[in-house]
């Protein structure tokens, strides 16, 4: 299918800083100054010809000093680019406002809907809260002090699972290679015992860090992979009860796997501090004694910590998988974690690294909220999107259609958005002209029973108010069974990307079964002011995987999207034309389906099937 004539030309003027923000500071105090004695000579002239005014004199006087103050101020220099830092993140543009004052309409007040909110510590209820250091996270460039995508879609705005640029040999981008694949042959038991886990499902994406020298000297990293220049290892926790880590450029192991003995659906987290510390979180209870989260060092793989949820006071007591992506803010040393039973969970780590002596150690006190609303069950206040965070608001939805927007330093909430649906996603964050904007969508599930077509939901909602922007919406199919197990969703399962480069003024949104039960997926490119269609690419298998996009340094965007059938998608960012696909083949010979997504670190994608595979392909 043709999709060219469906394209609207974007406004795509992009400007890629450069990596010496300095070079540009002579020019500008140049003409600076020039426009400083261009201005000073014509107050001059107007305050001498109104000399013998004295009124007029001393205005014009004050007007010359403040002009010339104002024109022969040099701009502060924009830091350079570390090597730590993703690139396409840079420079930082969020000035991270919050503002308290922000006028919340009723329609998204929590208090209209009758809510009850709660502060647990420990075996304690505290009725006032003021966290001891406030979280006050910033600009997403400062997330990472080491490289690679180290959580879910790699930061705390939620807004890039990829690090590094593209660098084709040729200058084009246009094709992609299968380079590698891993396999094991395990799988775990899932708790009612009527099926066996493995491999990777939503959101189940590779994390990828490239380690410094001194950090690898005191793992048990293998000496074949120790003594690789550059190493950048991959780490994929799995739902046969593994973690596996492998060498990004052949898929090669690095280091035995850690056993954890349960399932994991979701996508941990790496310490973004650099610290050898990876949180994972239980997917399924796997009939085992802790259903919970987990802390394990990375020098030598030992299990630091554990914390199990089912906590007697939380609302939903028996299900407390930890599905969601944790955040750490290192300047306060804080775990932020939402849980399945309805509790937002944050422990103060105590952690201590010690590089000289190969050390590292936790010692963590919890801290939970829990709320519940007079129009809701508590059975269905879980949290499984992963957290995104804007200084110390943190925005997540909820099983029961809500977007949250929680205040972090006093665990009170501050406004709540009803979805027309269901969803999972991770809200996605952008400033944009100084205020944070979500952008969510929603799976079509509780709109009827069986199968049948329903509305899967798009919004944009004001960060600081919960004001919706604007909202549409794509026709999906989906099918609800008697029970959870047999459900198949359709509709926005997928994350939102936020352009950046030449499509800076989009928003892509994955839909899915859009062509019938488990038929057709639609990428759609909306322009981010107006959340009108710019283009879109339509697929003919359904797929759960996220969207991911990439970009070359001169800023041209390429999305990448893998479906079901064992397929992945290379696409045109600006234009939504597809520019090639593969098939992905696997040693075993059998099929090969996505679900997990991928991401991406340098020219290297990586993603993980149900099947127990991981794929290393090159994007061209």
């Not at 007029?56 to 701009?75: D, H, K, L, Q, R």
């Not at 893998?562 to 090639?580: P, Y």
């Amino acid at each position: 299918m043709d999709l060219r004539n469906q394209y609207i030309e974007p406004d795509n003027s992009y400007h890629r800083p450069s990596h010496d923000p300095s070079s540009g500071t002579l020019v500008l105090v140049v003409a600076l100054t020039l426009v400083s004695v261009i201005l000073t000579s014509v107050l001059a002239a107007v305050y001498f010809s109104k000399r013998n005014d004295p009124d007029t004199a001393s205005e014009t006087g004050n007007m010359i000093s403040n002009y010339i103050a104002v024109a022969t101020a040099t701009p502060t220099p924009v830091p350079p680019l570390a090597d730590y830092q993703n690139p396409i993140l840079y420079p930082a543009s969020a000035g991270i406002n919050i503002d308290p004052d922000a006028v919340i309409d009723e329609s998204v007040n929590p208090s209209m809907r009758g809510i009850t909110q709660n502060i647990i510590s420990g075996s304690q209820i505290l009725t006032d809260y003021s966290r001891e250091n406030p979280i006050d996270m910033g600009d997403p460039l400062y997330y990472n002090r080491i490289p690679g995508v180290l959580t879910y879609r790699g930061n705390n705005f939620r807004n890039a699972s990829s690090f590094g640029y593209l660098n084709p040999s040729d200058g084009t981008v246009d094709s992609l290679t299968q380079v590698w694949e891993y396999t094991n042959g395990h799988s775990l038991l899932s708790s009612d015992m009527t099926f066996e886990w493995e491999g990777y499902r939503l959101t189940g994406q590779p994390l990828i860090v490239r380690w410094p020298a001194e950090t690898i000297a005191n793992m048990n990293i293998y000496q074949s992979a120790a003594v690789k220049p550059g190493l950048t290892e991959v780490i994929c926790p799995s739902l046969d009860g593994y973690i596996y880590f492998m060498d990004l450029d052949d898929g090669t192991m690095t280091r035995d796997p850690i056993y954890v003995g349960a399932s994991v659906k979701g996508t941990a987290s790496l310490d973004p501090r650099g610290y050898p510390l990876l949180y994972v979180g239980q997917g399924d209870d796997n009939n085992e004694y802790t259903f919970g989260m987990y802390i394990f060092s990375l020098i030598d793989g030992s299990l630091l910590y554990s914390y199990e949820g089912l906590d007697d006071g939380a609302y939903r007591m028996n299900w407390s998988a930890f599905d969601s992506s944790p955040i750490v803010d290192a300047s306060t040393d804080t775990l932020i974690w939402p849980c399945e039973n309805g509790i937002i969970y944050t422990f103060q780590l105590n952690s201590q690294y010690n590089a000289l002596a190969g050390t590292v150690s936790v010692n963590p006190m919890c801290t939970g909220y829990k709320y519940i609303f007079n129009d809701t069950q508590g059975r269905f206040l879980g949290v499984e999107s992963s957290a995104a965070i804007y200084g110390n608001y943190c925005y997540f939805m909820d099983n029961n259609c809500n977007l949250v927007c929680l205040d972090l330093n006093t665990f009170q909430m501050v406004w709540v958005f009803r979805t027309g649906d269901d969803s999972d996603l991770s809200p996605v964050l952008s400033e944009e002209n100084g205020i944070p904007y979500i952008y969510i969508g929603t799976e079509v599930d509780n709109q009827n029973s069986g199968e049948y077509n329903g509305a899967a939901y798009t919004y944009k909602i004001n960060g600081l108010t919960g004001q919706e922007v604007w909202q549409t919406s794509q026709s999906c199919y989906t099918y609800n069974g008697e029970t959870s197990a047999t459900d198949q969703s359709g509709g926005c399962v997928g994350n939102p990307i936020i352009g950046m480069g030449n499509i800076s003024n989009l928003v892509i949104f994955s839909y899915s079964m859009t062509d019938g039960l488990t038929r057709g997926n639609r990428l759609v490119a909306y322009n981010r002011d107006t959340g009108t269609e710019v283009w879109h690419y339509d697929m003919n298998i359904y797929t759960y995987s996220s969207p991911v996009a990439c970009y070359t340094e001169d800023g041209n965007a390429y999305i990448i999207i893998a479906d079901s059938f064992g397929q992945i998608h290379l696409v045109n960012g600006l234009t939504g034309e597809r520019l090639s696909y593969i098939q992905i083949s696997s040693e075993s010979g059998s099929g090969v389906t996505f679900e997990a997504s991928p991401a991406v670190y340098g020219n290297m994608l990586v993603i993980g099937t149900t099947q127990g595979s991981v794929f290393g392909i090159r994007i061209d």
